[in-house]
């Protein structure tokens, strides 16, 4: 850009450095060497010159990029929390500090996410409002923000989407994802029409580790009986052959494989002539049939859906 030197006038006047004629075809427009343009109060500068400026301030924002931030998230700010007024990386930095077993039970607390109204930028220490650019030194403190939950984070490619349903952000695209206004929660749009609708189907606790879901960081899924989970304690679950929702006992996968085995096993089992004869009552935790049938020591089947899954309710008959 060429120098300008502005009176107290205010009309800028021009002292321009002599300079190969440079043309620029734009509406079919050419511009010769500066000492041919015509400069006026209302003088646009030339576009290389914009363009030198729009780089400059994207290079300001970008700075420090990826290079700030905790093991939770990449950015270029702290929060003060409200409710201590003390500073951390993040929320969940907070929550870790103050809301453990090693703190008095009294005084554990998670920080209100909505109520955070001042950040600390990481580069120039400035504290201020929340907003996506410090006021001081420019830079851009996260290329994801969200105004409503005080959020920031470099790392776009989680995919950050706010949710107003659900009124916090999550992850993952909100392409990919549905809110069900019975359900209170968002889920995969593969359940859109499939998932079995609970009321409020995340506002509790994992059934397995205790994290409360709805704002858990942690993938979860939702089992055929509609109650959820983390994605990571099913499998866990799995792995050491438990197979029935904590909740509600239902089974979380499809076990018609087990049964023939069962059937088998029981068929290969006879029972003393004694008990051949008694009759015991069960509740079926898939179906939820009341059933009388013959017992077995392995297992009872339900009639209604075949399930070994079953529990006995009265005792054997005399």
Not at 126 to 137: A, L, R
Not at 192 to 210: L, T
Not at 212 to 232: Q, W
Request: proline share 5%; with cysteine.
């Amino acid at each position: 850009m060429a120098p300008v030197a502005v009176d107290y006038s205010g009309s800028p006047h021009f002292e321009p450095k002599p300079r190969p004629t440079i043309i620029i075809e734009k509406n079919n427009i050419e511009v010769g060497d500066s000492d041919s343009q015509q400069f006026h109060e209302g003088y646009i500068p030339a576009e290389d010159s914009i363009c030198r400026e729009i780089v400059s301030s994207t290079e300001i924002q970008d700075k420090g990029y990826l290079e700030y931030g905790c093991s939770h998230y990449r950015r270029r700010c702290r929060i003060r929390a409200p409710c201590c007024n003390e500073i951390f990386d993040c929320r969940h930095c907070h929550n870790e500090a103050k809301n453990n077993i090693s703190i008095d039970r009294k005084l554990r607390h998670d920080v209100p996410r909505h109520q955070v109204q001042k950040i600390i930028c990481s580069l120039c220490d400035t504290e201020q409002e929340v907003q996506q650019f410090c006021n001081n030194c420019g830079v851009c403190m996260g290329r994801y923000f969200c105004g409503i939950c005080k959020l920031f984070d470099d790392d776009i490619s989680k995919g950050q989407f706010h949710c107003s349903g659900c009124g916090i952000c999550r992850i993952g695209g909100s392409e990919n994802f549905f809110h069900c206004d019975n359900c209170g929660c968002c889920y995969s749009t593969l359940l859109k029409n499939s998932h079995p609708c609970v009321e409020r189907a995340m506002h509790h606790d994992c059934p397995v580790c205790f994290e409360y879901l709805f704002e858990s960081r942690n993938d979860v899924t939702a089992m055929p009986c509609g109650h959820t989970i983390h994605k990571n304690c099913l499998e866990d679950m799995q792995e050491h052959y438990q197979y029935v929702c904590p909740l509600c006992s239902k089974s979380v996968c499809d076990m018609s494989k087990v049964w023939e085995k069962f059937d088998l096993e029981i068929a290969a089992t006879p029972m003393p002539e004694s008990y051949q004869s008694k009759m015991v009552w069960i509740l079926c935790n898939d179906c939820g049939a009341n059933s009388e049938v013959t017992y077995h020591v392995v297992a009872q089947k339900c009639p209604n859906c075949k399930s070994y899954n079953t529990r006995q309710t009265r005792g054997i008959h005399r």
